[in-house]
């Protein structure tokens, strides 16, 4: 089996996803940050929408289920959580499976940026959708969770095998660069900031990333030694808390 993954620009710094069942031409959405760039890609690729899977309830990943539901007859599914913004057919939770076709999508439990965040994996292709949790060379904002809830969030995804490709929901990562260079001078993460600096001169989209380049420079996988003898939740919440203030 396998997947054909579309990314395109959404709003100022989001990236909508379609994901392809390659066995049987049915297709999913991963969030709904802006109806009408989706639609676009729908008509452009000539794919038929299935599924909206949403990761969390914030506004730019679930505000534009409604008109793409309308438009497509897609099912919309993800947490309980989504209901504060607009109804969904099906609740998921961290254990549940999502099939699209031949493809199963694992749902993961990665709450800390909202409560409910999820994000869906797909193991037979070594693929995962993270939403706002885990960002190349960063994390989201804990809006809602604890340290300790975020920090078991990440590690949840940590423990995928190291090629998973990992979409993260907006190109933030030149900022997150700038700031993992203020507390790490690890040469891995130097190396990988000058390739991402240049890329985003050229245009280019620095998503997706890989669970295992994310092991080997992120501030915030790689907190407990950047904080030693702190605790791993603790060190995770003292680089997340600097990020928070940073303003480089």
Not at 85 to 98: E, H, I, M, S
Request: aromatic residues 8%.
């Amino acid at each position: 089996m396998s997947i054909t993954v579309h990314q395109f620009p959404c709003l100022s710094d989001n990236y909508g996803f379609l994901v392809r069942d390659d066995a049987t031409g049915l297709a999913a959405c991963v969030d709904t940050p802006e109806a009408g760039p989706i639609l676009k890609a729908l008509q452009d690729t000539g794919w038929k929408l299935a599924l909206i899977l949403n990761t969390h309830w914030h506004q730019d990943h679930a505000g534009g289920n409604a008109e793409i539901k309308a438009a497509t007859g897609a099912i919309a599914i993800g947490p309980a959580e989504i209901e504060r913004l607009t109804p969904v057919d099906r609740k998921v939770a961290g254990g549940d499976v999502v099939e699209l076709g031949e493809t199963r999508f694992q749902v993961i439990e990665t709450g800390g940026h909202t409560l409910g965040h999820v994000a869906y994996y797909d193991a037979a292709d070594h693929v995962a959708f993270v939403g706002d949790t885990l960002f190349a060379l960063g994390c989201g904002r804990m809006f809602e969770g604890t340290a300790d809830q975020m920090w078991a969030s990440l590690q949840r995804l940590a423990a995928l095998p190291d090629d998973t490709r990992v979409y993260c929901a907006h190109e933030y990562t030149a900022s997150n660069a700038r700031f993992a260079l203020s507390v790490d001078d690890d040469p891995a993460l130097k190396a990988r900031a000058e390739q991402i600096f240049a890329a985003r001169e050229r245009g280019e989209a620095t998503v997706p990333t890989t669970i295992g380049v994310e092991k080997a420079t992120n501030p915030f996988l790689r907190a407990p030694l950047l904080r030693p003898g702190m605790p791993a939740h603790e060190a995770f919440g003292a680089v997340r808390a600097a990020k928070d203030a940073f303003r480089g």
